[in-house]
């Protein structure tokens, strides 16, 4: 089944960040004719710690994007983890499935990067675009295209709504999930929710080679607090500043009450001086957002709907990554949209779709459900404390560490610590 006479393309793609993005470049580079919207005018910001895990470079690298440090990328060798009187450094593991090195890049090129390569594939994209809500078929409540209407930088309506049609439709529009939240995908209030602040600062760390995250968040004075489950990153851009934040998790969505503003201004004023970290260094506000976890929305996929990246809560619980899961969200969508456009049927078609939401629950699924497991058990301050003193001396164990909580490790094969941490998701339901 392919695009009928009166759609305007075969799929619609709400949201230019990481999993709307990757999924339209997926989607031309298999002939289909898509169209992108994206409710910003590019470059544009985005809250998130800029850094990217060898999984996520593995994903660039699949779609062809450039990564050379000439084209604004900077590359780092592995983390730095300080901690409970420690401070140790893991390089990223040589693996056959990916590289071994991480990259950053602020998101306010990164994603406009991206939303050029899927353009030069073949997608169009339509900035300063405002999805408003879905459009429905009348006999069968089938989503069979979008709403939409211009605005300016400010967000504020420039013209008159118009419709959008196309046979499948894929929400990528972050951490709100308007579209499938009107159409009564709600989210899961059971599963992890993170927050995240972060800023940047001009410092001379702006070329460090490691990805530094501090363990020891406080949410009061050291030694008169209980320690939080989260941690504070140090990620040097190469281009004379840093991304500074810091974030943490619940294990379910009950909001906290946590200042973490303030919280992220007591760490600032206990940095060293050298580093710079100072109100007169400072390059923007202090910036936060909410992180959703472990497949907090779904079903990923029902009646002409995909949900893609935050909108189907896709970060990771163990580290609060989304960026490499939504380039993969976008990658296995557009593989099953473009099986499912050739589907002489629609019971065809619709079996196609369905494996997109099989595809990912059985790459992530148990992976995520130790993840949630993990969150539960570091949510009582004892336990942080105990793993930051006595767990980072050990290197068998950080290895272990490393590979679980980045998600780098061999699925088939590897070493020992590849087989369990492989094992252990195998083994965990997929829930």
Same mark, same amino acid.
Not at 206 to 218: A, I, V
Not at 245 to 254: F, P, Q, W
Not at 362 to 387: A, N
């Given at each position: 089944?392919?695009a009928?006479?009166?759609?305007?393309?075969?799929?619609?793609?709400?949201?230019?960040?990481?999993?709307?993005a990757?999924?339209?470049?997926w989607?031309?580079?298999?002939?289909l004719? +898509?169209?992108l919207?994206?409710?910003?005018a590019?470059?544009r910001?985005?809250i998130?710690?800029?850094?990217?895990?060898?999984?996520?470079?593995?994903?660039?690298?699949?779609?062809?994007?450039?990564?050379?440090?000439?084209?604004?990328?900077?590359?780092?060798v592995g983390?730095?983890v300080?901690?409970?009187?420690?401070?140790?450094?893991?390089?990223?593991?040589?693996?056959?499935?990916?590289p071994?090195?991480?990259?950053?890049?602020a998101?306010?090129?990164?994603?406009?990067?991206?939303?050029?390569?899927?353009?030069?594939?073949?997608?169009?994209l339509s900035?300063?675009?405002?999805?408003?809500?879905?459009?429905?078929?009348?006999r069968?409540g089938?989503?069979?295209?979008?709403?939409?209407r211009?605005?300016?930088?400010?967000?504020r309506?420039?013209?008159?709504?118009?419709?959008?049609?196309?046979?499948?439709v894929?929400?990528?529009?972050?951490?709100?999930?308007?579209?499938?939240?009107?159409?009564?995908?709600v989210?899961?209030?059971?599963r992890?929710?993170?927050?995240?602040?972060?800023?940047?600062?001009r410092?001379p760390?702006h070329?460090?080679?490691?990805m530094?995250?501090?363990?020891?968040l406080?949410?009061?004075e050291p030694g008169?607090?209980?320690?939080?489950p989260?941690?504070?990153?140090?990620?040097s851009?190469g281009?004379?500043?840093?991304?500074?934040?810091?974030?943490?998790?619940?294990?379910?969505?009950?909001?906290?009450k946590?200042?973490?503003?303030?919280?992220?201004?007591?760490w600032?004023?206990?940095?060293?001086?050298?580093?710079?970290?100072?109100p007169?260094?400072? +390059?923007g506000?202090?910036?936060?957002?909410?992180?959703?976890m472990g497949?907090?929305?779904?079903?990923?996929?029902?009646d002409?709907?995909?949900?893609?990246?935050?909108?189907?809560?896709?970060?990771?619980p163990f580290n609060?990554?989304?960026?490499?899961?939504g380039?993969?969200?976008?990658? +296995?969508a557009a593989d099953?949209?473009?099986?499912a456009?050739?589907?002489?049927?629609?019971?065809?078609?619709e079996?196609a779709?369905?494996?997109y939401?099989?595809?990912?629950?059985?790459?992530?699924?148990?992976?995520?459900?130790l993840?949630?497991?993990?969150v539960r058990?570091?949510?009582?301050?004892q336990?942080?404390r105990?793993?930051?003193?006595?767990?980072?001396?050990?290197?068998l164990?950080?290895?272990?560490?490393?590979k679980?909580l980045?998600?780098?490790?061999?699925?088939?094969?590897?070493d020992t610590?590849?087989?369990?941490?492989?094992?252990?998701?195998?083994?965990?339901?997929a829930?």
């Amino acid at each position: 089944m392919t695009a009928a006479a009166h759609d305007d393309a075969d799929v619609i793609v709400v949201g230019a960040g990481p999993a709307g993005a990757g999924a339209a470049y997926w989607c031309a580079s298999a002939g289909l004719d +898509v169209l992108l919207l994206e409710k910003s005018a590019f470059p544009r910001d985005k809250i998130c710690g800029d850094g990217l895990t060898p999984r996520a470079v593995s994903e660039l690298v699949r779609m062809g994007v450039p990564i050379r440090e000439q084209d604004g990328w900077i590359r780092n060798v592995g983390l730095r983890v300080i901690g409970g009187g420690h401070r140790i450094e893991l390089p990223w593991p040589e693996l056959s499935s990916y590289p071994s090195y991480g990259l950053a890049r602020a998101r306010t090129t990164f994603d406009q990067t991206l939303a050029e390569h899927a353009r030069a594939a073949g997608a169009k994209l339509s900035e300063r675009t405002s999805v408003t809500g879905p459009v429905l078929d009348e006999r069968t409540g089938r989503v069979v295209g979008v709403r939409a209407r211009p605005v300016d930088d400010a967000g504020r309506r420039a013209g008159d709504e118009v419709e959008y049609r196309a046979p499948v439709v894929i929400d990528a529009g972050g951490v709100s999930a308007r579209l499938a939240t009107s159409v009564g995908r709600v989210k899961r209030d059971d599963r992890p929710m993170g927050v995240a602040v972060r800023t940047y600062f001009r410092t001379p760390r702006h070329d460090d080679p490691w990805m530094e995250s501090h363990l020891e968040l406080w949410d009061g004075e050291p030694g008169r607090s209980h320690l939080m489950p989260g941690y504070g990153w140090i990620f040097s851009l190469g281009d004379g500043t840093a991304n500074v934040g810091l974030g943490s998790v619940s294990s379910t969505a009950a909001a906290t009450k946590v200042d973490y503003k303030d919280l992220f201004a007591r760490w600032m004023a206990h940095a060293p001086a050298e580093w710079e970290f100072t109100p007169e260094h400072q +390059v923007g506000p202090v910036r936060g957002a909410a992180l959703p976890m472990g497949f907090n929305r779904g079903p990923m996929y029902a009646d002409g709907l995909l949900l893609a990246g935050d909108s189907a809560g896709m970060v990771s619980p163990f580290n609060g990554e989304g960026i490499a899961y939504g380039l993969q969200a976008g990658r +296995v969508a557009a593989d099953a949209i473009s099986q499912a456009l050739t589907r002489g049927s629609a019971a065809g078609r619709e079996r196609a779709l369905a494996t997109y939401q099989q595809r990912m629950r059985e790459d992530l699924g148990g992976y995520y459900t130790l993840g949630r497991l993990f969150v539960r058990i570091i949510e009582h301050p004892q336990v942080m404390r105990l793993c930051t003193r006595y767990g980072l001396p050990r290197p068998l164990l950080m290895k272990f560490v490393l590979k679980l909580l980045s998600d780098c490790y061999e699925p088939r094969g590897g070493d020992t610590v590849d087989r369990v941490i492989a094992g252990l998701a195998r083994m965990a339901p997929a829930a």
